[in-house]
């Protein structure tokens, strides 16, 4: 009897943090596993473009995408691209939360302006950079047309490739500069002072003091922003350039729409997922392997 009451406690005791954890696992389940197997699972078929059949055909989806030029340079694409946004985006949002940490007053108006850019959607913001820069009525093209140069990234592929980028690091700055802003506030301001009474001048302090304690967070930011630029901005480039011009605007994510959801070519489009997917683990690794190994906790 001793023992069956000893059971019956030592599954009370658990079930509780099984249902503190079954929500996520529910959400991990259902909005990353499941679509994940059946992306992997439509990788080994060629379907029709009806959906009425499809035939095994083990790797061919995989060796066809490797032998397109296009796709290859679809990721060549998708890397620069990632890399501009990442480097733009995280470069910004510490100079704002630097300036931000410093202002006195007014700081409240300061950080909810430049937050608010998170709240736009993505397809949103890419409207409204494709208005800025339209090379017929844009206030910024019309700009640079009166200082001698002409701007139409409709036809230009490097004008619009620097679009994009600049919209999608536009999008993700106000993200990350909530988390440096928060970094910089976790910094005992003692450490600082101390550092100014020896003579260290802003730069200094910045560097040696400032900048490794916000190691942490520059680290998470970096995993994070690298996923969301690969994976997040479908929607500026959509609403922007469609891929164009000649394919120069065409990163992955949205290389796996036109060839499944316009081209009608689900297993090729599969197959390009689960490789996207790959890609992203490997960037991940290779960030947690060697990057955080430069991370002061």
């Not at 009474?197 to 930011?221: C, H, K, N, Q």
Request: hydrophobic content about 55%.
């Amino acid at each position: 009897m001793q023992e069956k009451r000893c059971y019956f406690r030592q599954n009370r005791q658990l079930l509780l943090p099984v249902l503190f954890i079954l929500p996520q696992m529910l959400v991990i389940g259902i909005f990353f596993i499941f679509p994940a197997a059946q992306a992997i699972s439509g990788a080994m078929f060629l379907e029709d473009p009806f959906g009425l059949s499809k035939e095994f055909v083990w790797f061919d989806n995989f060796i066809m995408l490797f032998q397109d030029p296009t796709y290859r340079d679809s990721i060549k694409v998708s890397l620069f691209f990632s890399f501009w946004v990442v480097l733009l985006s995280m470069g910004a949002a510490l100079l704002l939360a630097v300036l931000a940490d410093r202002v006195r007053t007014g700081s409240r108006i300061y950080t909810s302006a430049l937050t608010m850019p998170y709240a736009v959607a993505p397809a949103v913001a890419g409207v409204l950079w494709a208005f800025l820069f339209n090379p017929n009525s844009g206030v910024i093209a019309h700009f640079l047309e009166s200082m001698g140069y002409t701007w139409n990234h409709m036809l230009n592929g490097n004008q619009a490739m620097l679009l994009v980028i600049i919209a999608a690091s536009w999008k993700q700055i106000a993200y990350n500069f909530l988390f440096f802003l928060a970094g910089l506030h976790a910094i005992p301001k003692s450490l600082i002072e101390a550092a100014a009474i020896d003579g260290a001048g802003f730069g200094r302090r910045f560097w040696t003091i400032v900048f490794p304690l916000l190691s942490p967070t520059t680290f998470y930011l970096l995993v994070i922003n690298t996923i969301h630029s690969l994976f997040s901005n479908f929607g500026i480039i959509h609403s922007i350039t469609q891929g164009g011009p000649g394919m120069s605007t065409n990163i992955l994510v949205y290389k796996v729409y036109m060839d499944g959801f316009v081209g009608r070519d689900y297993g090729s489009s599969s197959a390009q997922s689960v490789i996207l997917m790959l890609i992203v683990i490997l960037l991940t690794y290779i960030q947690f392997k060697y990057i955080e190994r430069k991370v002061q906790y």
